[in-house]
């Protein structure tokens, strides 16, 4: 089945600095979702973005699908950014739109 | 738009019991619903998929009588984790999806602890 790497596994920021995670994946893909998930489990929609870029606010996301990556940008980071964030996607061809998720990469900010 | 609610938030039960928990779309119809397993510090494992009427399909390696999973109505899909051991603890999460390839919505998830 695909395979889905995020990196890094761990970061640790100050406040107000801006960070960028990595989303890699082995094939081609017809979806592709950036999850954030806060301390208390609730996965929370970033981003549907299977191509091209998207903003919203202090994030934006850019999916380069024919090299097969994705980029999720933090601006100006605060405390309650704090969680994991994965990166999950739907293989082209894969049956039924079920998600296959990368293991995440987890963010604390201190303030 | 687009909410998804669970039912219960935590359930802690005794070995040997079966726990039903719910999965709701609130604002839209759900023509498909999915069950995730989430261990501690890892990340989302796909348990099985649900369309409304139609039997679940269950992924690699899970018991569909150890999990059982109806999808009542456009609206409803539940798992009941039948005769619970304490290796059943877990956080279970469902989602769901109105449309072909779109974005899944997911809801707040479920603990378990099985004693």
């Known amino acids: 089945g695909i395979q889905v790497e995020q990196s890094p596994p761990d970061l640790i920021l100050q406040e107000g600095a801006n960070s960028t995670l990595r989303c890699n994946f082995s094939?081609?893909?017809?979806?592709l979702q950036w999850f954030h998930q806060n301390p208390w489990g609730q996965l929370i929609n970033l981003f549907y973005?299977?191509?091209g870029t998207k903003q919203n606010g202090r994030l934006s996301a850019t999916t380069v699908a024919t090299e097969r990556y994705s980029l999720l940008y933090i601006s100006s980071s605060q405390t309650t950014d704090s969680g994991v964030y994965f990166c999950?996607?739907?293989?082209?061809?894969?049956?039924?739109?079920?998600?296959?998720f990368g293991k995440g990469t987890l963010l604390t900010v201190n303030p | 738009g687009a909410v998804v609610s669970q039912h219960p938030s935590r359930v802690i039960c005794k070995s040997g019991t079966s726990v039903k928990i719910e999965c709701r779309s609130l604002?839209?119809?759900?023509?498909?619903m999915f069950w995730y397993r989430q261990f501690p510090k890892q990340s989302l494992m796909l348990m099985a998929t649900?369309?409304?009427?139609?039997?679940?399909?269950?992924e690699q390696g899970v018991e569909k009588d150890k999990f059982l999973i109806n999808h009542a109505s456009l609206t409803l899909s539940t798992l009941t984790v039948t005769s619970a051991h304490p290796e059943d603890s877990s956080f279970y999460i469902c989602?769901?999806?109105?449309?072909?390839?779109?974005?899944?919505?997911f809801g707040p998830g479920t603990r378990l602890l099985v004693l």
């Open positions: 989602s769901a999806t109105h449309h072909r390839g779109e974005t899944q919505y």
């Open positions: 094939d081609s893909v017809n979806n």
């Open positions: 973005i299977p191509s």
């Open positions: 999950a996607v739907v293989p082209h061809g894969g049956s039924n739109y079920k998600l296959t």
């Open positions: 604002d839209f119809q759900a023509t498909t």
């Open positions: 649900s369309n409304e009427g139609s039997k679940a399909t269950y």
